[in-house]
């Protein structure tokens, strides 16, 4: 198996977290997103979108999109279950990953910040942009989950889910532009929880080969 | 069953169109996005995020997000199959529906339309950062699916899937915002193809109550 993955990008944190929540080991090949290797030939033959990640399996199957490569390995090495098995608790806990994967986190990413750069927004003003979709994002998630007797301990009920995996990375993706998640009690404790579970925090970015040193 | 719909939102398209092609009949409920419907108590106690589409299914199962309704539907009513029975299929389905779900759409919605103008952008300069990214995803789509052995007559195989539904409605939000994929031949091809599905066509956003009349 093998995964192309970046220490910053918080889509390949996603799927480094389930690898490892599944026992499933592979071999990084690192793409340097601010270097511009995405843009290379030899990867662009990959994925023409110049995104990642990438995973392929060891039979040669080649997949992108964090969320569709969860639900192969889900579907594919059903160990450590990531998903509910009713029809109604899937559905919730996809809810619960689209509302960082689709509604928040790709207006944060490097092209959307490059675009408004183009249109002249200053850097301050790029990460005013950032924080507020993701701060909007995390309130949304305070709003579904709080109060929602399908909520448990994790997202959905007691069992660590595809949806846990995703809140953490929104949290993970807000402390990286400088925002805290402190302001949502349910958010704060769930990502906290998740992020106590050593196979997830080893596959926090700032743990990455490639990451920044802590500051001191 | 009971579908919160608008005759604009491409998100609700998604679901009128599997709804149709599984010959599942809903009861409509209109919320007026233009009018701010979506933020009366009444809806915000179903989807504090105030957003649609919302589907209840008719044992009372309440659920948000198209993508996530969709794979429910495609689970719980097998008739009419929208997704491929093997595990690459799958994932292949699901990337190509993320990339107008996750990658493109949510960069034109009302919310940060309405953020860009808070921040001095023209009505001309918003249309164009929508048509911008539209465009951008039209041109993924087409690299994407252009020599692949995968895509036949539809996005995968000569089979229709949610990726179809997707990229569909992918197109008819570029024409929404003006914007036309005959650059593209292959989505173009694909998406007049199902658009010539009179279950996928009577989902059109124009064809439902409260759209605009066509032009003359």
């Given at each position: 198996m093998q995964l192309f993955t970046f220490w910053r990008s918080i889509a390949t944190f996603r799927v480094r977290a389930?690898?490892?929540?599944?026992?499933?080991?592979v071999q990084p090949t690192f793409i340097d997103l601010l270097a511009g290797d995405q843009h290379k030939p030899e990867f662009m033959g990959l994925n023409p979108m110049a995104a990642i990640p990438v995973f392929v399996d060891d039979d040669g199957t080649t997949?992108?999109?964090s969320l569709p490569i969860l639900e192969y390995l889900e579907e594919r090495y059903p160990q450590t279950p990531l998903?509910?098995?009713?029809f109604a608790g899937r559905a919730r806990v996809r809810a619960l990953a689209q509302m960082t994967i689709a509604d928040s986190?790709?207006?944060t990413v490097p092209r959307v910040r490059n675009y408004l750069s183009s249109m002249g927004a200053s850097p301050e003003v790029i990460n005013a942009w950032a924080t507020h979709w993701l701060t909007l994002g995390a309130e949304a998630y305070e709003k579904r989950l709080s109060g929602d007797k399908a909520?448990?301990?994790y997202c959905h009920g007691d069992q660590l889910s595809i949806a846990d995996i995703c809140l953490a990375g929104h949290v993970i993706a807000m402390n990286l532009f400088g925002a805290k998640a402190d302001a949502y009690p349910t958010v704060a404790r769930i990502a906290a929880l998740v992020m106590s579970d050593e196979r997830v925090a080893s596959a926090h970015p700032l743990r990455q080969p490639g990451a920044p040193a802590p500051k001191a």
């Open positions: 389930a690898l490892n929540l599944k026992g499933l080991s997949l992108l999109q998903m509910p098995k009713d986190h790709p207006l909520t448990g301990t």
